[in-house]
């Protein structure tokens, strides 16, 4: 606790009997997993032990006030004020909160946080670590809860205003997600998204690091949010626990070899693989892979689990010998790998999310149907065309139902064959960009410095790479391998701010290509007009929401779907990952881009192969449902913008479920189904956001946030009392007011 915070205010005492002394007691002193305020008499003298009564306040008013005996020296020194101990304030510290929390320029919202101190100055203040950043909340029991580990972890209030869900409401939300969590009253539940979907709450990215607390140094620590609700979910009890689950004694102590234990299984099913077809890596699929590079593992200098890299190298578990089975037996555990693919994991993970829409459930079961038939492990490679062994055992692996001919029939003669950049996309899937350089890039002194604004954001640009490492998308080398490497040019990072009031919390890394000028990776970078980019912006939307109003009259609806880190979908050819490299001197890494960087001047161009063929298989598709009115039974309209694909549909019959299903499923044959963003795919909407405005359907209106409003405002009033601006200010101003002008 903080060592300048005086607690020893007590009142003087009034007689000459001797007065109660209250103190402020460590965990276990008075039989408490956490701090606690106890009543005693310090007058004694000679005495080592005293009876300490503990206060029923703060987090403990629910308990009976019991005696404990203590040592002296855990409660000499440690007294504080009658007002003090009677609010219980200091009873919060260690705990995992539900708060009120006001940010600028909003209403107050509810923030999950854990209390790490606090200072009473007669109202009393919390000091709580959010994650990324802390903040003092003034002591207020009816804008404050306190959370059990699991509930903590969904967070199923995070980001509502105060001003929409009230305190009991909050705490009724919380109360049925616990429920849940337990089996109070139904069925115990470890699948956070079903859980929040039933609660009316947004999902959570298990992949998140959020704070908890460690009693024993007082200070935080973070810890993944998928290891905390196992940990919850299976610790402690006779719960089955997963194979792929692995605790450790406490919350504290996630397990670091996750990773490497999974790539184990992924590369001992390969060689599997291969045994069984004899012709690994002869089938191409339609989700491009990484380049063979990015299979480098465990190199000195990597990021480790944490954010901090010593430079220790980690020498991976060796793979377990693999036997193999008579070559008449071998073709089911072929089949077990493929039926257990990730894509295929993942249809079956987003067949729970709509357990109660069952023609949802049979548009996913028949897309599971098609990964099991005639396609190669994990991906819809008949779209490119696969390579066949002659052999007849091979080919007893490819024999498709009616059912699977009738949909490779489909996709592939009627849809695929008539895309117009089908045959760039399928180069870009099969040997990665390839960009043509102007001249020979000219070798480089050292690596430049990054950007201030990288600098000042080093938590998130690591945060970043790790994410990005993880995924296959960075390599990271130790930066005394630099001089030894050819082929290399780097370029700083800098960092963006996704909120101008968040930095540097809440920033997306950028890599700036375009420095130093005239000799920069963009500047050397040769045009490419091969590819045509088109967006559908706002007009576009607007005349087909009047057009479908016209022929179905309030029946327009409105949702978005999203690709998740469209860019790194796209694969850099080998020859090429170098010239998108860049450094963090202050862990001692280089690191190499093997996707399109953001920041690049053609990776929006090369990523509209992959957006345009999503678009175009979507607009392939129509209902299929028997009954569907035949004048809603037209292929669905697709409206794209860059990864947003935004879907205008008439609520006929099942077209808007099949429209959600076939925009999936378009998603899914192009990139995988990771490319999906759950988080930013909508429900059907009259009223909502679409490419960043706010659509009002039975209004017949469209106009601009008001935060937007305001910022363009904020941007137009520096500019005009400023002597001087940036060219960044500059940037920003005509963005927001080409924003202003779109409405």
């Known amino acids: 606790m903080s060592a300048s915070r005086d607690r020893r205010s007590s009142p003087e005492p009034s007689s000459s009997t001797s007065p109660a002394s209250y103190v402020y007691c460590k965990p276990t002193v008075l039989q408490t997993d956490g701090y606690a305020y106890g009543k005693t008499n310090l007058e004694g003298a000679g005495e080592d032990s005293v009876s300490v009564t503990r206060v029923a306040s703060g987090r403990w008013a629910e308990l009976p006030e019991i005696v404990c005996p203590c040592l002296r020296r855990d409660v000499q020194g440690r007294t504080v004020e009658a007002e003090e101990a009677a609010s219980g304030i200091g009873t919060y510290v260690g705990s995992y909160v539900c708060v009120a929390r006001l940010h600028p320029g909003s209403a107050k919202v509810w923030s999950y946080g854990v209390v790490t101190d606090y200072t009473w100055n007669g109202r009393g203040l919390l000091h709580v670590c959010f994650g990324a950043d802390s903040s003092s909340i003034e002591f207020n029991t009816s804008e404050l809860q306190v959370l059990p580990l699991p509930v903590y972890a969904l967070r199923p209030c995070a980001g509502v205003p105060v001003l929409t869900l009230m305190g009991a409401e909050m705490r009724s939300r919380h109360g049925a997600v616990l429920d849940h969590c337990n089996g109070t009253g139904c069925r115990a539940s470890r699948n956070s998204a079903s859980i929040l979907r039933k609660v ?150 987003l067949k729970r999310s709509y357990s109660d829409n069952p023609s949802m459930l049979r548009s996913i079961d028949q897309l599971i149907a098609l990964r099991a038939s005639t396609v190669s492990a994990g991906a819809v490679s008949d779209v490119i065309g696969p390579t066949i062994s002659s052999s007849g055992k091979s080919k007893q692996q490819f024999q498709p139902s009616v059912l699977q001919r009738s949909i490779h029939r489909h996709l592939v003669t009627g849809t695929w064959s008539t895309y117009k950049y089908r045959k760039e996309w399928e180069t870009i899937v099969q040997n990665g960009v390839q960009p043509v350089w102007k001249s020979d890039f000219r070798s480089q002194s050292g690596p430049p410095s990054n950007h201030a604004s990288a600098k000042a954001s080093l938590n998130s640009l690591i945060e970043q790479i790790r994410k990005g490492q993880d995924a296959g998308h960075y390599i990271v080398l130790d930066l005394d391998l630099l001089p030894h490497l050819e082929g290399i040019t780097c370029s700083p990072f800098g960092a963006v701010a996704k909120d101008p009031a968040s930095m540097p919390a809440k920033v997306r890394a950028i890599h700036d290509l375009s420095y130093p000028e005239e000799t920069s990776v963009n500047d050397n970078t040769a045009d490419d007009t091969s590819i045509t980019v088109q967006y559908d912006g706002p007009p576009a939307l607007a005349q087909r929401i009047l057009h479908v109003e016209e022929e179905f009259p309030d029946k327009t609806m409105v949702m978005s779907g999203d690709v998740s880190s469209a860019f790194k979908h796209i694969p850099i050819h080998a020859d090429h990952v170098g010239r998108f490299a860049g450094t963090v001197q202050e862990l001692g890494i280089l690191v190499i881009d093997l996707s399109c960087p953001f920041g690049w001047k053609l990776s929006p161009q090369h990523y509209w192969t992959a957006g345009a063929a999503i678009s175009h298989v979507y607009a392939s598709s129509a209902p299929k449902w028997p009954l569907q009115p035949v004048q809603a039974a037209q292929p669905f309209d697709a409206k794209t913008w860059c990864d947003d694909h935004n879907l205008i549909e008439p609520d006929i019959g099942t077209r808007l479920t099949e429209a959600n299903v076939a925009l999936r499923s378009a998603i899914i044959n192009v990139l995988g189904p990771e490319a999906i963003n759950e988080e930013k795919f909508t429900p059907w909407f009259k009223q909502g956001k679409a490419l960043g405005l706010l659509w009002d359907i039975p209004h017949a209106s469209l106009a601009m946030p008001k935060e937007k409003l305001e910022k363009a405002l904020s941007r137009v009033n520096s500019m005009l009392i400023s002597r001087t601006t940036s060219t960044t200010q500059l940037n920003q101003l005509l963005g927001s007011l080409r924003h202003v002008v779109t409405c």
């Open 200 to 349: 009316g709450a947004a999902p959570v990215d298990e992949t998140t690091m959020i704070p908890v607390f460690d009693f024993s140094r007082c200070c935080v620590q973070s810890t993944s949010l998928k290891y905390v609700l196992d940990f919850s979910y299976y610790h402690g009890n006779s719960r089955r626990r997963p194979q792929s689950v692995i605790l450790d004694a406490t919350i504290l102590d996630e397990p670091q070899r996750a990773t490497a234990t999974a790539t184990q299984v992924q590369e001992t099913l390969g060689v599997v693989e291969e045994e069984v077809t004899g012709q690994a890596a002869a089938q191409t699929t339609l989700a491009p892979c990484t380049p063979s590079a990015a299979r480098t593992e465990f190199l000195p200098g990597q990021l480790s689990d944490s954010d901090d890299s010593d430079g220790e190298e980690t020498d991976p578990a060796p793979l377990q010998e693999v036997t193999l089975l008579p070559s008449a037996e071998r073709k089911r555990p072929l089949e077990v790998a493929m039926t257990d693919s990730g894509e295929t994991a993942s249809l079956k993970l």
